[in-house]
């Protein structure tokens, strides 16, 4: 069984751009959550949808934004970017929301 | 004060040792995580653990809900063990559904 791919693994932008990153989960999984790691701040935690509905949400601004689709393949956007928003952007997906995770590779991002 | 710490943050350890790392939270949850991330990004998950204890090969990890603590040990270390340790609470209550710590760097020498 395929993993948790994620595109594209990495990835340049410039400040005030924006940016979608995509993951793609396990075949027959349906939840997907999304974090953001740096250097500074460690692992935060994103938000978390399950069936295109948003379970969760981290404590990040409206800059970031994500949805699902139907067949379970999440995207995330990132607004007017800024120079902290360079991270290792990682999805995880699982079969529902309180079951093991499963991460994908994840997309890193530089902004400049 | 982090709501979930670890510690020790840095350990070096030699090959056959039995290494124990800890995690302490302040939050009330549903669920803790051990997660592995080898250099590079990559991270695998290694546990979730709501109560007692679960085995993984040489490698244990143990919860106690009342302390709010919880261990992950490793038995016979050897180098390919050398990651970044974290653990992740998933909050039972708040907006915050997973909070991690900052994360355990282990190497282990031959």
């Known amino acids: 069984k395929a993993g948790v791919t994620q595109t594209p693994r990495y990835l340049i932008k410039t400040r005030g751009q924006q940016v979608t990153l995509s993951c793609s989960p396990i075949s027959g999984h349906r939840s997907v959550s999304w974090y953001q790691q740096t250097p500074g701040q460690g692992l935060q935690f994103l938000f978390e949808?399950?069936?295109?509905?948003?379970?969760n949400k981290g404590n990040f601004p409206g800059r970031f934004s994500g949805r699902q689709f139907s067949n379970s393949r999440s995207e995330m956007n990132v607004s007017t970017l800024e120079l902290g928003d360079s991270a290792l952007y990682l999805c995880?997906?699982?079969?529902?929301?309180?079951?093991?995770?499963?991460f994908g590779p994840g997309t890193r991002l530089t902004v400049t | 004060k982090n709501e979930v710490e670890q510690s020790p943050q840095n350990l070096t350890a030699q090959e056959g040792e039995f290494i124990t790392i800890n995690c302490s939270y302040s939050v009330g949850i549903s669920a803790l995580h051990w997660l592995q991330q080898h250099p590079g990004g990559g991270i695998v998950s290694l546990f979730m653990?709501?109560?007692g204890k679960k085995k993984h090969g040489r490698l244990i990890a143990t919860i106690n809900i009342q302390e709010k603590h919880s261990s992950l040990h490793i038995t016979a270390s050897h180098p390919r063990d050398s990651a970044v340790y974290i653990c992740?609470?998933?909050?039972?209550?708040?907006?915050?559904?997973?909070?991690f710590g900052t994360g355990t760097r282990l190497k282990v020498l031959a």
């Open positions: 992740a609470v998933e909050s039972g209550t708040g907006t915050y559904k997973y909070i």
């Open positions: 653990l709501s109560s």
């Open positions: 949808y399950f069936s295109e509905t948003q379970r």
């Open positions: 995880a997906s699982s079969l529902h929301t309180t079951y093991e995770q499963y």
